[in-house]
Structure formats: structure tokens, C-alpha cells
């Protein structure tokens, strides 16, 4: 018998989901999938608005309890503590010992696998089935780096359903009474239902500090210099998000909180980035320069009450970049080479570029960080290094 272990947080559960989950029955790769609902994920700090266990559970037995050769699991949620992939793996073996095992990922996931806690055990037990949102080949990079390590990847292309949890509870949390209409795309009809009668994801759950809150708190914690500069920094994220298609509110509020913690002190700064929900890599925890980053995005999460995962990974990931930005990232790390108060040599063409070719900006960006970083000498993170060979091989496809 071949199992598939399908771990997450399910917060809720939505098409994307249960795509994956039929994905790979029908592409013949299991014979059954363990959808198993993570008590707490590592990667993911619980939100304060999200669901409780209970309901997420239930959320799931709906979601995928129709589909033949899939079944729902609540070991990590019954085990009550913190859920790491390789702890469950090690369950499973006890209870199916004669299986062949693999883990289902998500693209995106594929490329953090290797920074998980005992990743050698979890590839050394399981084949990893990752499910690409565009193409295979945009995934073969991180798959030989697993395969290099002795495990066994197998990339599944399929037209993957493009949605996020994080943005489904966003949607709810609005006070327009027509936001269950527009999430109903993104989630079945019985999980719509579901979520609406027991009230899950309302607006009051929200308790986010509001902007005029957040810039008087930066104002105080913040340099005159820094101040401004986040300022700079959230008017031309507001200019690229209306360019660009994205929520200007949303990118304003990115580009205020980005350098919130660029002044603690340096052993404050990386304390707290070790709590980042996106974990430090080796490359960062050398360069104390880059801990404001997943600092801010812990202090965001947890002080400031910001829920929206995409916005968090911006003021994580706008100083190193990573493979797989969102649009959101996209503004917020451009914004940040930008704003009115940069004066480099190449500034005035980084701003044009900036609103004329999104990708080509990337590229220049990830491309100056790397040469800057080698000509002092230090570490270049494995994030900007991924980051710059997506977004080379994006050009080298439309050239």
C-alpha cells in the first residue's frame, strides 16, 4: 500500500487544498492520503483570528471526507503540542510498518524542506510528491537539492487552484456583507456554510492596531531618518500597488511596518527573528544585518495584531527576497530600493524600472544585492541566490 501524508493547518480548508489531494490519487501516486491537521505549525504561528483545532478538524472531515482513498487524521491535533513532520512520519511507520510512505507538498514548501527538523529522516522514509502551481521545471532546482541528499522527489504539473488560507480569512474579516460572496470561489459550499454557522474568521475577531496607531509607534521607536524613510517607503509601495494591481491600503501598511525593528538592539533583533515563522537560514543567522527582517514580521504577528501571511513574508523576506514572492512581497521589496529618500548611483533607473518591468526590476535588484554582498566579502543567503534564479530563468523564457 502506498500512503500519502498531507499535513497542514487547513485554516480553513479550500479548493487548492482538496485539488492537491485529488491530484495525486488520480495521478496514481498513493493508494491513500492522511490528511492530518497540525496542532500548531511550526512555520506558522497560530493566528489570533484563525480557527480552533476543533473546528479545523471538522472543517477537513467535510472537505475531504468524500473523496475515495482519503482519510482524516487527528493525531498531531489529539497530541496537543507543537507539530513537526518528522515526529509524524515516525507514528506512521509504527502503524503502517510494510507502506511506502511520501509527504505531499505544495511548490512553495519545496523549497523550505530542507530547513525543516530532521529533514535526512523525513526524506530517508518518505518519497516527496510536490505538486506544481505553473510548471515542473520551475521546481527541478529544488528537487536535485533533495535528491542530491538521497531523497526521492517526484514533481506533479498540474493547473493548481490559486488561493490561500490567509487570504480567505482576510476576505471574511472585511465588514462588507458581500465578502462571503467573494471567498466562495476559493472554498467549497460546505465549508462556506460551515464557517458562516458558527461564525468563524468575523471581523471582530480582528484586533490589529490601526495605521494612525502604527505610524505614531514608529515615530516613537524609530530614528528621525528611519521614521521618514518608512514613510518614503509606504508611498511608493501605495504607487507600485496601484501600478501593479495590488491593494494600496494592503502595501501602504507594508511599507510603514518594514524597518520597525532595524533599531533594537542586535541580540533583541535576532531573539526574536528565531521565533519567525519562517525559520532563520544558517546564511542569515550569520549577518546580523538581516535579523530586522523576521524580526519585524514576528513583532508584526504577535504586537501588532497583522494577520495577512503574504504582507508578513514582505517585511520578512524584503531584505534577502526568496523564490516565489507574492505580489505583495514583489511591492514591498521594490519599495524599499525606491523611495524618495534613496540617492545610489542607479536609483532614478531602479524607480523607472520599478513601473515598467516588475521582473526585470526583481532581476536588477537580486542582482545588485548579490554583487554587493561578494564584493564585502560576506554570505550570500540562500533566499536572494533562489530568488535571482527565478527570476533570471522568467527573462531567459521571455527572451
Known amino acids: 500500500m502506498r500512503t500519502a501524508l498531507f499535513g497542514g493547518t487547513f485554516d480553513p480548508v479550500h ?42 478538524l471538522e472543517m477537513c472531515r467535510i472537505a475531504f471526507g468524500g473523496i475515495p482513498g482519503c482519510e482524516v487524521d487527528s493525531y498531531e491535533i489529539d497530541k496537543g503540542t507543537v507539530s513537526y513532520t518528522a515526529d509524524t512520519v515516525d507514528h506512521l511507520r509504527g502503524i503502517y510498518p510494510n507502506d511506502e510512505l511520501s509527504i505531499m507538498l505544495g511548490g512553495d514548501s519545496l523549497s523550505t524542506l530542507p530547513m525543516w ?15 506544481s502551481r505553473e510548471n515542473g521545471a520551475s521546481l527541478e532546482e529544488y528537487a536535485d537539492r533533495i535528491r542530491n541528499d538521497g531523497g526521492k522527489v517526484i514533481i506533479v504539473d498540474t493547473s493548481a487552484v490559486e488561493v490561500s488560507s490567509s487570504r480567505i480569512r482576510d476576505i471574511l474579516m472585511n465588514d462588507d456583507p458581500g465578502d462571503d460572496m467573494k471567498a466562495e470561489p476559493m472554498i467549497s459550499q460546505d465549508i462556506s456554510e460551515y464557517i458562516r454557522t458558527n461564525g468563524l474568521y468575523r471581523a471582530e475577531a480582528r484586533k490589529m492596531v490601526s495605521i494612525d496607531e502604527i505610524t505614531d509607534l514608529i515615530k516613537e521607536r524609530l530614528s528621525k531618518k528611519r521614521y521618514h524613510h518608512s514613510l518614503n517607503v509606504a508611498d511608493s509601495a501605495k504607487e507600485l500597488a496601484k501600478r501593479w494591481g495590488e491593494d494600496t491600503k494592503r502595501a501602504y501598511l507594508g511599507g510603514l511596518v518594514h524597518d520597525i525593528c532595524k533599531e533594537l538592539p542586535k541580540p533583541a533583533q535576532l531573539e526574536m527573528a528565531r521565533h519567525s515563522s519562517a525559520a532563520l537560514t544558517a546564511e542569515e543567522e550569520l549577518v546580523p544585518a ?5 524580526a519585524g514580521e514576528v513583532y508584526c504577528r504577535t504586537e501588532l495584531g497583522i494577520q495577512d501571511e503574504d504582507l508578513l513574508m514582505a517585511v520578512r523576506f524584503h531584505t534577502v527576497g526568496r523564490a516565489g514572492m507574492s505580489l505583495i512581497e514583489e511591492v514591498i521589496f521594490l519599495a524599499d530600493l525606491i523611495g524618495a529618500d534613496r540617492d545610489y548611483k542607479d536609483v532614478t533607473k531602479m524607480r523607472k524600472l520599478a513601473f515598467e518591468d516588475k521582473d ?40
Open 15 to 56: 479548493r487548492g487544498h482538496i485539488h492537491l489531494v485529488r491530484a495525486v490519487l488520480e495521478a496514481g501516486l498513493a493508494d491513500r492520503v492522511i490528511v492530518m491537521p497540525a496542532y500548531v505549525n511550526p512555520f506558522k504561528q497560530q493566528m489570533k483570528n484563525g480557527a480552533d483545532t476543533a473546528h479545523r
Open 117 to 131: 527538523r530532521r529533514y535526512r529522516d523525513i526524506i530517508s522514509a518518505c518519497t516527496v510528491i510536490a505538486v
Open 290 to 294: 538581516l535579523w530586522h527582517a523576521p
Open 360 to 399: 526585470r526590476a526583481m532581476f536588477e535588484a537580486l542582482s545588485f544585492s548579490i554583487t554587493d554582498v561578494a564584493k564585502k566579502g560576506s554570505v550570500i543567503p540562500l533566499h536572494t541566490t533562489q530568488a535571482y534564479n527565478q527570476y533570471a530563468k522568467k527573462l531567459m523564457k521571455r527572451e
